[in-house]
């Protein structure tokens, strides 16, 4: 079986160099940005129980699955965690590369998806942000990243969910009218209930914790945590 969707992956292969430029075509996953560092932030302090605030993720191995250009990767780093970042794109990972060198950040980029990561470490903590919509099979993908998490491990999956109002403002909304993402990054079909996507990852031996959702707030152009998770929602679980 294979997780990777090469259509998603070549529609975004065709922006990579976009990616580290604030006000191109990913300007509205740079505004999106901070609320995710922080949000992962805070919950790995809470359940690491991690008392230093220089460096806090020293020690921390972090996998990013869908990494992109680095966006998530880079600040894991800068918080001291040991990151690897994969992506099916290899374009995408040549990008994150050249742009962690120029940081001067150790990040381990590697061209995979998470079925095809050779690899003997467990990680600590596994990132799935804005990647489940983009994948070829989810139950497949949320199986194979599980096998790669330790035993009472953190695994984040961040995603949109399928209502009518998803539709609306992430699609109609954001690519056709605002303009804010490409037209065509998004397909509604693909989108996942928090319900289905709990359901998916409790049978590969992981367990919910938590759900919240993700606002956006277009008077100020920010991001907040709030319990509508209708259109954006991030949920947390621990491996079994």
């Excluded at 430029?21 to 999106?32: E, Q, T």
């Excluded at 950040?105 to 919509?133: G, H, Q, W």
């Excluded at 994948?135 to 599980?146: A, G, H, L």
């Excluded at 984040?156 to 109609?172: D, E, M, P, W």
Aim: hydrophobic share 40%.
């Amino acid at each position: 079986m294979n997780s990777i969707n090469k259509r998603e992956i070549e529609k975004f292969s065709k922006i990579a160099e976009e990616w580290w430029n604030p006000n191109g075509k990913f300007k509205s996953l740079h505004n999106f940005n901070p609320i995710r560092i922080k949000y992962i932030k805070e919950n790995i302090v809470k359940d690491f129980n991690i008392k230093s605030s220089i460096k806090p993720f020293k020690n921390i191995k972090i996998l990013d699955i869908g990494c992109g250009g680095g966006l998530l990767s880079e600040p894991m780093c800068r918080l001291g965690a040991t990151v690897v970042g994969i992506d099916a794109s290899e374009k995408n990972i040549k990008v994150a590369k050249f742009h962690a060198k120029k940081s001067k950040l150790k990040i381990d980029y590697i061209v995979a998806s998470p079925e095809k990561l050779r690899t003997k470490i467990k990680f600590d903590v596994i990132l799935n942000m804005e990647i489940v919509e983009h994948v070829e099979d989810i139950n497949f993908f949320i199986k194979e990243s599980s096998k790669l998490l330790r035993q009472n491990g953190i695994m984040f999956i961040a995603t949109l969910n399928k209502t009518l109002k998803s539709y609306t403002f992430a699609i109609i909304g954001a690519e056709y009218i605002l303009r804010w993402l490409p037209i065509g990054t998004h397909d509604w079909g693909k989108f996942v209930r928090p319900n289905d996507l709990i359901s998916i990852s409790k049978k590969n031996n992981l367990i919910f914790k938590k759900l919240d959702g993700m606002k956006f707030n277009i008077l100020d152009n920010s991001w907040k945590v709030s319990s509508d998770t209708s259109i954006n929602y991030i949920t947390k679980f621990l491996k079994n």
